[in-house]
């Protein structure tokens, strides 16, 4: 069974940092992709960052590039989003999500193509 479970989220001042964990189970970790998404209210659902099981390759949004890092635990199933300098407008929902084959390219594949999501973590960037 795929999991997906979030966490790290929670209230911090502009200019501050948080890092997201998103601990996968039940899939092949090494041959899937594993996306970072963000929702606002009232906003579509974006894509923030993303990369390869086997860490060869990743993609970030250009609204947070620079800020914003996505990594992989080593020796386990865990990725990070390492997230410094947050703007109010970095305010969301953040989901993880997998997508169960490789890709390659300049960007985060589409949010309809990943197969499993988790539940979520709100990340609130307020003084």
């Known amino acids: 069974q795929v999991q997906l479970v979030e966490s790290g989220g929670g209230l911090v001042q502009p200019g501050g940092s948080l890092r997201l964990s998103c601990a996968a189970s039940g899939f092949t970790f090494f041959t899937s992709t594993i996306g970072w998404f963000r929702q606002a209210p009232g906003k579509e659902r974006e894509a923030v960052s993303c990369?390869?099981?086997?860490?060869?390759?990743?993609a970030v949004a250009d609204s947070v590039k620079g800020r914003f890092t996505i990594s992989r635990e080593n020796a386990g199933n865990t990725v990070y989003l390492q997230m410094n300098t947050l703007k109010p407008e970095d305010t969301a929902v953040y989901y993880c999500?997998?997508?169960?084959?490789?890709?390659?390219?300049?960007?985060?594949?589409?949010?309809?193509?990943?197969?499993?999501w988790g539940q979520g973590t709100q990340v609130t960037v307020s003084s």
């Open positions: 990369i390869s099981g086997s860490s060869t390759w990743l």
């Open positions: 999500a997998m997508l169960p084959r490789l890709v390659f390219g300049p960007t985060c594949p589409q949010s309809s193509l990943y197969k499993n």
